[in-house]
């Protein structure tokens, strides 16, 4: 049977957290940089742990005007800082709470950019090995974030995107351009399903780009987020894939 993790970006201020945790398999938790602050952490936590879902930090760049989508030039050793800030923070509040943190996924213009540059992308990953090297790492799939945190030995999770839309290179259509996300439902439970069943997706362009999806991200923070969730759960479920977190 094939299985794939569904993980959801929370703790960013948007209603529909808990509801969420129904149709997803692992959350990635707002660490007070980019959104999110110790309450919204720990309130999270606590939700994830009874609902049964994997836990992971969700690190960013210092730009919560910009709900950390903007681009910055910090040194590697100013990353690992950052992101060794935000994952201690959250495994603390997890150990506090009795739950584990499992998985580590950057957020916005940070995972973008890790994506492409490599010196970005091995900061990255040696924060998260200094801290736990059980952790899973989440990337872009195909990208510089996957291969530099293996050359550590770290386990990752290539990670694919229901409802944002590709380039040719396997890049996702950055959010400035008018075709980024995909608004329809429906579109968006059809590209997850084919991502795990035929390993690829279609570009912006036609062309057929090949792509792994260990874990499929759906967003939270749309007024429709409940409805995607719902509708790609049930795309999956009822076509024999299992639902299930990448430590499980």
């Not at 681009?71 to 990353?79: N, W």
């Amino acid at each position: 049977m094939l299985s794939v993790d569904l993980n959801c970006d929370m703790g960013e201020g948007f209603p529909y957290d808990a509801a969420l945790m129904d149709y997803v398999s692992s959350v990635n938790i707002a660490c007070g940089y980019h959104a999110g602050d110790e309450a919204k952490m720990r309130t999270t936590v606590r939700n994830a742990i009874q609902k049964g879902v994997a836990i992971g930090a969700h690190p960013s760049y210092a730009d919560r005007e910009n709900f950390g989508r903007t681009l910055m030039s910090l040194t590697s050793d100013e990353i690992r800082e950052i992101v060794t800030a935000q994952i201690s923070k959250l495994q603390d509040i997890c150990l506090e709470e009795g739950g584990m943190l499992t998985h580590v996924k950057p957020h916005g213009s940070l995972y973008n950019q890790a994506a492409k540059d490599a010196e970005i992308a091995a900061a990255i990953a040696q924060a998260v090995n200094a801290i736990d090297p059980n952790l899973v790492l989440f990337g872009l799939s195909g990208s510089v974030s996957i291969s530099e945190a293996k050359k550590l030995g770290l386990r990752t999770a290539s990670e694919a995107f229901a409802d944002r839309t590709y380039k040719a290179d396997g890049s996702l259509t950055p959010r400035s351009e008018p075709d980024a996300l995909i608004d329809d439902l429906n579109q968006a439970a059809d590209q997850a399903f084919r991502m795990i069943s035929k390993g690829n997706v279609v570009a912006t362009d036609g062309e057929i780009i090949t792509i792994e999806a260990d874990t499929i991200c759906i967003h939270g923070d749309g007024d429709h987020a409940l409805e995607f969730a719902a509708a790609i759960h049930k795309k999956l479920t009822e076509n024999g894939i299992k639902i299930k977190a990448i430590n499980g």
